[in-house]
């Protein structure tokens, strides 16, 4: 079945480290996005991708890093930089970027020790 | 500034009953599209409907209508006869043209969590 999974569904980040959520899709789009969910909160931009190997930064990439190497992949790094990291993830994808219909993974729960 | 408002936070609502989630947008583009997205507890964002700024025609879908009206800037989503699966967190998402740094991405609006209880 084509569709959109992310990994590890919890992740829990000690200080100071680094951590990477895993994003793949089997759609064949091109252009994936990366949100952030707060409790009580729409969801915000962090970073999107229309084409491999290029990539932009959204509305809150500060901390925050990704690469698009592959299609199908766009895993995103949150960084020591990224003070409030405990959030939920969510990475989408869609045909072209364009306003096209963005689809969305399960989401990955991030949780600082 | 919040492009995409919904203004009621909780519904609450008894098995059958209809409800009428509200969205409120803000856009200087005559071209852009609005969306509704569901967020069962599972997480996982849910995609219900696309329309575009040119296409004003109500849109029925079994149990789901929207009311789109351009005169008052509202893109309005009613459950007929709600169930229980209904509960979850409802999301109104507005793309406009490219602007600045965030291309053609989705503003959302804050979500309203809907309860149907038995």
């Known amino acids: 079945d084509g569709g959109i999974t992310q990994s590890p569904k919890y992740l829990f980040r000690k200080e100071g480290q680094n951590v990477t959520l895993s994003c793949e899709q089997n759609l064949n789009h091109d252009a994936m996005y990366w949100y952030r969910q707060d409790p009580g909160q729409g969801l915000r931009l962090i970073y999107y991708?229309?084409?491999?190997?290029?990539?932009q930064k959204g509305d809150i990439a500060e901390g925050y890093s990704v690469s698009r190497e592959k299609k199908e992949s766009f895993p995103l790094t949150v960084t020591s930089a990224q003070k409030n990291p405990t959030a939920f993830y969510l990475c989408a994808s869609s045909i072209v970027q364009g306003q096209e219909t963005q689809y969305f993974g399960p989401g990955t729960r991030l949780l600082v020790l | 500034a919040q492009k995409v408002t919904q203004a009621q936070t909780e519904i609450s609502v008894v098995e059958k009953e209809d409800v009428t989630l509200d969205c409120v947008y803000e856009t200087r583009d005559t071209t852009y599209y609005l969306f509704w997205y569901k967020q069962p507890p599972s997480g996982e964002l849910v995609f219900l409907i696309r329309?575009?700024?040119?296409?004003?025609q109500n849109e029925i879908s079994g149990r789901y209508s929207w009311n789109f009206q351009k005169s008052t800037s509202s893109f309005n989503f009613t459950i007929t006869a709600s169930q229980v699966v209904d509960s979850a967190v409802y999301f109104c998402?507005?793309?406009?043209?490219?602007?600045?740094?965030?291309?053609?991405?989705?503003?959302f609006g804050k979500g309203t969590s809907l309860l149907v209880t038995p």
């Open positions: 329309r575009n700024s040119f296409d004003e």
């Open positions: 991708s229309q084409i491999v190997n290029d990539f």
């Open positions: 998402a507005l793309s406009e043209a490219e602007i600045g740094n965030s291309g053609y991405a989705l503003n």
